[in-house]
């Protein structure tokens, strides 16, 4: 796992201590250990969680400027991406969010042994940002939805003038057309799609700056979401 950090990070632009590569090790190590008894990731081997999991987060780091933000990462699961960064950018105020009580009951167990700060939610997003509307400066998510979807549930999350980076693979260019009436209705314009190499693959952040406030009547309840996305 160590080797696949260190010959893999100069390829997304990061670079890191002996130290984070070092708690990024662990973190792993636990991920696979729980993963025997509970379903966190389809990934089994190490290098594949230093590749998909690891590097593929911190890959982020490239696509905004993360020092002293507030982050809320939604649908978080195992906690990714968020705690890559946290681990990788320690000064980020983190929030990680999934309504899986069990994984982020383990989150909460795992990170104080790592030394890794986070707020740690179990709570749908539309839920949540009921009383926690833009607040965050920035918001990410991976596999978590389809994009048109996915933005109603994390662009009311994040402050004007924030960012919503949603982490995307081949089919990126595609999500992002059919979700430009979303994503201009809940306040937001994309300013970039970077991409960056993840294995044999490219992945993609779509990055779509917070430009107007959300308007009160989003976000919408989940079924509402899902049974007819904007």
Not at 25 to 51: H, P, Q, W, Y
Not at 52 to 60: E, G, K, M, R, T
Not at 136 to 160: G, Y
Request: charged content about 25%; aromatic content about 6%; hydrophobic content about 45%.
């Amino acid at each position: 796992m160590k080797k696949t950090l260190t010959d893999g990070l100069p390829a997304i632009g990061a670079a890191l201590s002996d130290a984070q590569i070092d708690t990024l090790c662990r973190f792993g190590t636990a991920l696979l250990e729980k993963n025997k008894v509970m379903n966190l990731t389809a990934i089994r081997d190490e290098a594949g969680v230093a590749t998909l999991h690891f590097l593929d987060s911190i890959a982020l780091l490239r696509a905004a400027d993360f020092k002293d933000k507030t982050v809320a990462d939604v649908g978080c699961g195992a906690g990714f991406p968020g705690v890559p960064l946290k681990i990788a950018e320690p000064s980020i105020s983190l929030t990680l969010l999934d309504s899986l009580g069990k994984r982020m009951a383990w989150l909460r167990e795992i990170l104080p042994e790592l030394s890794v700060e986070a707020n740690v939610v179990t709570a749908r997003a539309e839920e949540y940002a009921t009383a926690h509307r833009e607040q965050f400066d920035i918001c990410t998510s991976r596999a978590v939805a389809r994009l048109n979807v996915l933005a109603e549930l994390c662009l009311p999350l994040v402050k004007k003038g924030g960012m919503f980076l949603a982490m995307k693979g081949a089919q990126a260019e595609e999500e992002l057309r059919e979700a430009e009436h979303a994503i201009a209705v809940l306040g937001g314009t994309v300013e970039e799609v970077y991409d960056y190499p993840c294995g044999d693959a490219v992945h993609y952040v779509l990055c779509i700056r917070k430009t107007r406030p959300t308007p009160t009547d989003y976000p919408r309840a989940f079924a509402k979401i899902k049974q007819k996305p904007l």
